[in-house]
């Protein structure tokens, strides 16, 4: 599966989402749907690789984190990979979701 908008764009592969580009507004629909998509279909891990991502809004916090919540009745676990200095690390630090660095 594939999506791409001018700003945004994921890509999954297996278990793993890759997200590129801005997680505002405009995007954050396509990332909720590309997140469902990645969770759905009895994954018993799913990583969601945000380091290539600029930006994240709180709409996108939330999704990550009603995903993550919602895998965990049925033994799976979400990742989430980011840059470890960039701006989309820090606001997952400042939200308490933890993340791995790249």
């Not at 999506?3 to 405009?26: F, I, Q």
């Not at 996108?60 to 470890?84: F, W």
Request: aromatic share 4%; hydrophobic share 45%.
């Amino acid at each position: 599966m594939r999506t791409e908008d001018p700003a945004y764009a994921a890509e999954l592969t297996g278990s793993k989402l890759r997200v590129r580009g801005e997680l505002d507004s405009g995007a954050v629909d396509l990332f909720a749907r590309d997140l469902d998509a990645a969770t759905d279909g009895g994954r018993r891990s799913v990583v969601v690789d945000l380091a290539a991502t600029s930006f994240i809004c709180s709409r996108a916090i939330a999704h990550l984190v009603a995903a993550r919540r919602a895998c965990l009745p049925h033994g799976a676990d979400l990742t989430v990979v980011s840059e470890a200095d960039g701006f989309v690390a820090r606001v997952l630090d400042l939200c308490e979701v933890e993340h791995s660095p790249r």
